[in-house]
């Protein structure tokens, strides 16, 4: 009986006590404030986009004759299909956007620092995922920006040495875009890359339960407050708040600004403008500004700096401990990141 | 470094952070709406035309308005891009700093769009200003209004310029058939004349080479050449322009949006095809094909920019779908729709679309000539169409159609049409009509049989609409033939006998009876022959018929 709690516990042999000392980790009172819970509002985005891409991938058909015109379905016939859409296309920028606030914040806070080193590269490794994760679904779409953006990426890859053919390859499941493409993307968007964010999550957890948060103090705290506080319910709380104003954003969002449908994929015809979906902005104006393999180099340096600047970091402090060299370089690389990302997206061409 | 300050340095710039974001997601989402149709392009004028829209947008805001939503104005080609004239142009005007002309032709538009000026050129739509030497014209011109400017008879009150002004008799031209079919773009002469392409004697490049007469043209205040109001405004698809070349563009595409959406809509063709001699638009209305687009048009796509059927759409056909557009069967987009038509049921007895080196009808009979003439056949022709219709049907339910065709157009050419020709031949000349057309009943009954009624019939039979095909149309052909044209022609011929023209009489009445008494006809004489039971004609079947 599922009322006998004797007959629960025979077969879940955890106490009430044990569950709640094993939830009750004591969270740093800095969590209390909203811009250091930043790491759970991509961890819950991420769980909408699992449900609404259930509920999307009951419709999705991946291949070049039927995929438009399943979406089409999807946002014009199917019951409800355009807010699941509008959730899902919303909450992946909301996503993107949550995991870069939340890496800024580590950045500048140095949360990274030993002995978290290894948690950040995790972190890189999701952030990775995610940007991945935002540009095959774009693909998914097979409208004619989505089809091109595709085309466009796997010649960007192209051009990364030695491997570049190879992972143009890979990408594209043969050297140019074939019936082969869409399913390929479709199982890397709703399979590969969601069990890899998983991992990776469940890793980035685990790891700082067991270094624990990084503990900060204003300076204006006082020295005898409490330091932590409970995360049940307290912290849940704040989650549980977090995740219905999310709910609210991104209901407004799917309703004032529903996901349109642009022209489906035309293999013969390239539009007058390309362009890829916000996030690789960046990416796209530098590529603009250099030429194609210094460009991609370039760019392959600084994903390879961020991933290591833990240790470069270190390198700093050990010969100038008080140097705050990094908070300036957080400054100048987000303002560039902005920067070209507005540039990008004011121009034209 | 305190934390204080990092977390301002974390809130300050992830504020910039957000407000980009929202900055950038604005500017997305703007141009996916626009992209979708949602939303108007944001239009850049280009700099070559900024004083012609600055200056528009208050004196006639409606043109600027049309330009805006075109796929001209996102291509950055604007009113001097289309309007610029060279200052020997025939028709140009200095406007404010500007060389320019007012009436934009197809020569023009070849400027980018050369393939479709070639193919629009050399199509039937290009010499539909040919109509102006036709019967049809005389109508307008002579029956209906007058060939001579008459003097006011009676004084119309209120407008007392009237008195001292002749009357326009072409006007009826003017204003009716030269709107679908062109004009002859004039412009006056400062005596009074018009000066037309004819006197202009334009070259290749559309430039006069009768300089001479150029210093004849009246201009106004302004310097601009005055055009004539008979000829000018003028959209017909068959305008004659003074500068040689043939049409206009904005028949079908409307300036100054040029919107291929409204090409692409029955509507449109239906400025010109539509009435009692070829009701095409309707027609089209009440065919299946027309039933399925209206209920489904919301589905087509039509502002797509390539729209080639089986692709980009298939929930209907409209005019430019079967007679115009690309399809996924190999048929690609042509200007020239009467490629795809292998008969024409524009005169009295139907003809097979064979054409010649200038897309002209071939009319010889003797076969070898023929052959020799002919360089697209009509089943060429028919097949480039069967292409359109199998992308939704099967290739029996094709041939099958056309063999309804093909035996409803001959049925109609051996009953009514060929006999009706011989009959009026026949009854010219041997005297028992006058020369003068339209002055005498039977021609008025033989002209309503072929011209309205016969060609509403082919013309429903063409385009699967059984009302036209039937009611409106063969079933009024065999009224007008038994209840009006035969017995006002053995009435002609009764009369011309007692008048002493025995001889004439005769021979007219030879043709008549011998045609009356044809086995199709003669049911009036031997009821019994037919009706019980269909008799075994070695009529034409889908494998014999059709390729």
Redo the contacts between chains.
């Keep these: 009986m599922a009322t006998n709690p004797g007959w629960l516990q025979q077969r879940i042999p955890i106490s009430p006590e044990q569950l709640r000392e094993f939830t009750n980790e004591p969270v740093p009172n800095h969590l209390k404030r909203w811009?250091f819970a930043l790491g759970g509002t991509p961890a819950l985005l991420f769980m909408g986009q699992i449900i609404t891409g259930i509920l999307l991938a009951m419709y999705y058909q991946p291949s070049m004759l039927t995929a438009y015109e399943s979406v089409r379905q999807i946002t014009e016939d199917v019951s409800f299909g355009w807010y699941i859409r509008g959730l899902h296309k919303w909450g992946a920028?909301l996503m993107i956007?949550a995991v870069?606030?939340h890496q800024?914040?580590v950045f500048?806070?140095g949360a990274y620092r030993a002995p978290r080193e290894l948690n950040w590269v995790i972190g890189m490794g999701l952030l990775i995922c995610t940007l991945l994760t935002g540009f095959t679904g774009y693909s998914l779409v097979y409208e004619?920006?989505s089809y091109w953006g595709a085309t466009v990426g796997a010649n960007i890859a192209d051009n990364v040495p030695v491997v570049g053919s190879l992972l143009k390859q890979l990408l594209l499941a043969g050297e140019v875009y074939n019936e082969h493409t869409l399913s390929r993307f479709y199982i890397i968007h709703a399979a590969v890359l969601p069990v890899l964010i998983i991992l990776l999550v469940a890793l980035h957890i685990t790891m700082i339960r067991l270094q624990g948060v990084t503990e900060?103090?204003?300076?204006?705290e006082p020295e005898d407050k409490p330091r932590s506080f409970n995360f049940f319910p307290d912290h849940l709380y704040t989650e549980l708040i977090i995740g219905l104003s999310l709910l609210v954003i991104l209901t407004t969002l799917a309703v004032a600004?529903p996901a349109?449908?642009?022209?489906?994929a035309?293999p013969?015809?390239t539009p007058?403008?390309i362009?890829p979906?916000?996030f690789f902005?960046v990416a796209f104006r530098w590529l603009k500004l250099f030429p194609g393999t210094a460009a991609v180099l370039s760019m392959g340096l600084v994903v390879v700096v961020m991933f290591a600047w833990p240790w470069i970091d270190g390198a700093i402090r050990r010969r100038q401990p008080s140097s705050?060299l990094s908070?300036w370089f957080g400054?100048i690389a987000?303002?560039a990141?902005?920067g070209l990302?507005?540039w990008e997206?004011?121009v034209?061409h | 470094?305190?934390?204080?300050v990092?977390?301002n340095?974390?809130?300050l710039?992830?504020m910039?952070?957000?407000a980009?974001?929202l900055?950038?997601?604005y500017?997305?989402?703007a141009?996916?709406?626009e992209?979708?149709g949602?939303r108007a392009h944001h239009i850049?004028v280009p700099s070559s035309s900024k004083n012609c829209v600055d200056c528009h947008k208050n004196v006639s805001p409606g043109i600027i308005d049309h330009w805006t939503g075109s796929k001209h104005a996102?291509?950055g080609v604007s009113c001097v891009e289309c309007h610029q004239a060279a200052s020997d142009d025939v028709d140009a005007f200095e406007h404010y700093g500007a060389t320019i002309a007012a009436i934009v032709t197809p020569m023009d538009c070849a400027k980018c769009h050369q393939d479709v000026y070639e193919e629009f050129s050399a199509s039937h739509h290009a010499k539909g200003g040919n109509i102006l030497a036709s019967l049809d014209n005389l109508l307008a011109e002579t029956v209906e209004g007058a060939r001579v400017p008459f003097n006011p008879h009676a004084a119309t009150p209120g407008r007392p310029d009237f008195d001292s002004k002749m009357v326009d008799g072409m006007t009826f031209a003017a204003v009716g058939c030269k709107q679908c079919h062109g004009s002859k773009v004039g412009l006056q002469t400062k005596d009074g004349g018009i000066v037309t392409v004819e006197e202009l004697k334009p070259d290749a490049s559309g430039k006069p080479t009768n300089l001479a007469i150029l210093a004849s043209i009246a201009k106004d205040k302004d310097g601009r050449p005055i055009l004539d109001p008979s000829t000018w405004p003028n959209t017909g698809i068959g305008r004659i322009n003074l500068d040689g070349s043939l049409g206009s563009c904005s028949a079908c595409h409307s300036r100054h949006d040029f919107s291929p959406r409204r090409a692409r809509q029955p509507e449109n063709c239906g400025k010109c095809h539509l009435g009692p001699d070829h009701p095409q638009k309707e027609i089209f209305d009440e065919s299946k094909h027309g039933i399925a687009y209206y209920d489904l048009k919301d589905h087509m796509n039509l502002d797509?920019?390539?729209w080639i059927l089986g692709k980009?759409y298939s929930q209907a056909p409209t005019c430019a779908t079967c007679h115009m557009s690309a399809n996924i069967r190999g048929g690609k987009i042509t200007h020239d729709p009467g490629q795809r038509i292998s008969w024409t049921n524009r005169p009295p007895v139907s003809l097979a679309m064979d054409t010649d080196a200038d897309h002209k009808i071939v009319t010889e009979t003797d076969p070898d000539k023929r052959r020799e003439q002919i360089t697209d056949t009509w089943e060429q022709k028919r097949n480039r169409m069967k292409q359109v219709c199998s992308t939704c049907h099967t290739t029996a339910y094709v041939n099958n159609f056309y063999v309804q065709y093909d035996n409803f157009i001959q049925t109609y050419n051996e009953k009514y049409g060929k006999p009706g020709t011989s009959i009026m031949k026949a009854l010219k000349d041997n005297g028992l009509l006058t020369k003068a057309d339209f002055d005498e009943t039977v021609e008025w009954t033989w002209y309503y049989l072929w011209h309205h009624e016969g060609r509403r019939a082919r013309h429903g039979a063409s385009m699967m609409a059984p009302d036209y095909a039937h009611w409106h149309g063969t079933f009024e052909v065999a009224e007008r033939w038994y209840t009006e044209f035969i017995p006002e022609v053995r009435h002609l011929i009764e009369d011309a006998r007692k008048a002493g023209k025995v001889a004439e009489a005769n021979a007219c009445s030879q043709v008549v009876e011998e045609i009356m008494n044809r086995p199709e006809h003669k049911w009036q004489v031997n009821p019994d022959g037919f009706g019980a039971k269909a008799p075994e004609f070695p009529i034409r079947t889908a494998s014999a018929g059709s390729n």
């Design positions: 811009w920028t956007a870069i606030l800024m914040r500048f806070t004619q920006l900060f103090r204003f300076e204006d600004v349109h449908l642009g022209p489906p035309d013969l015809s007058e403008i362009k979906e916000w902005y705050e908070v400054i987000v303002l990141i902005i990302t507005v997206a004011v034209a | 470094m305190t934390l204080t990092k977390r340095i974390i809130t710039l992830a910039v952070f957000l980009s974001l900055m950038v997601q500017l997305e989402v141009r996916k709406q992209e979708a949602l850049a996102i291509s797509a920019d390539s980009d």
